[in-house]
T-cell receptor, first 112, second 113 residues
Framework: DAGVIQSPRHEVTEMGQEVTLRCKPI?????LFWYRQTMMRGLELLIY????????DSGMPEDRFSAKMPNASFSTLKIQPSEPRDSAVYFC??????????FGPGTRLTVT | GENVEQHPSTLSVQEGDSAVIKCTYS??????FPWYKQELGKGPQLIID?????GEKKDQRIAVTLNKTAKHFSLHITETQPEDSAVYFC????????????FGKGTHLIIQP
């Protein structure tokens, strides 16, 4: 079975540019989570969706960050404009019926 | 909100010995406690989890214990092997898995041959 799919795996961009990260959850899962991992702050929750509806976005650091889930099989996390402090690994995870969360391989973002 | 503390940050054990990683949480409403293993360049992999209605759970060489009164839970790995070397994260949530997880800072486990 395919796990959580994220693209791109690596992204290098210049400060001020728009960045879009993509996630395809495991088929049949109804919850989707976006996390960010840095050395300083560890793994932190940014936002999560249940049945395509955003439930808690309190972890989104600034208005520059936005996330959408237009359907059950696709979500995006957008940063506009990007800044060097946004450099991190961004993970998407999904779960079904409130059970175990499975993580994707992550997108390593570098903003220069 | 929830706060999860994890210790130690680094743990080095001889191959074949046991390893124990401990976590504490602050929110008494938390009811789901998963453990993840992360290898270099990969996403966190769920290895075991426990819910608040259970005190202990075991899966082969891995076990997790939960003390709700003291608000702490631990990961036990027995007969450690080189492939157990990785960073391990504990997490907690009050949503039974449906809500976002709050993670500890991680433990770098090193298995010495």
């Amino acid at each position: 079975d395919a796990g959580v799919i994220q693209s791109p795996r690596h992204e290098v961009t210049e400060m001020g540019q728009e960045v879009t990260l993509r996630c395809k959850p495991i088929s049949g899962h109804n919850s989707l989570f976006w996390y960010r991992q840095t050395m300083m702050r560890g793994l932190e929750l940014l936002i999560y969706f249940n049945n395509n509806v955003p439930i808690d976005d309190s972890g989104m650091p600034e208005d520059r960050f936005s996330a959408k889930m237009p359907n059950a099989s696709f979500s995006t996390l957008k940063i506009q404009p990007s800044e060097p402090r946004d450099s991190a690994v961004y993970f998407c995870a999904s779960s079904g019926q409130g059970q175990k969360q499975y993580f994707g391989p992550g997108t390593r973002l570098t903003v220069t | 909100g929830e706060n999860v503390e994890q210790h130690p940050s680094t743990l080095s054990v001889q191959e074949g010995d046991s390893a124990v990683i401990k976590c504490t949480y602050s929110d008494s409403a938390s009811n789901y406690f998963p453990w993840y293993k992360q290898e270099l360049g990969k996403g966190p992999q769920l290895i075991i989890d426990i819910r608040s209605n259970v005190g202990e759970k075991k899966d082969q060489r891995i076990a997790v214990t939960l003390n709700k009164t003291a608000k702490h839970f631990s990961l036990h790995i027995t007969e450690t092997q080189p492939e157990d070397s990785a960073v391990y994260f504990c997490a907690a949530t009050s949503g039974g898995g449906a809500d976002g997880l709050t993670f500890g800072k991680g433990t770098h486990l090193i298995i010495q041959p």
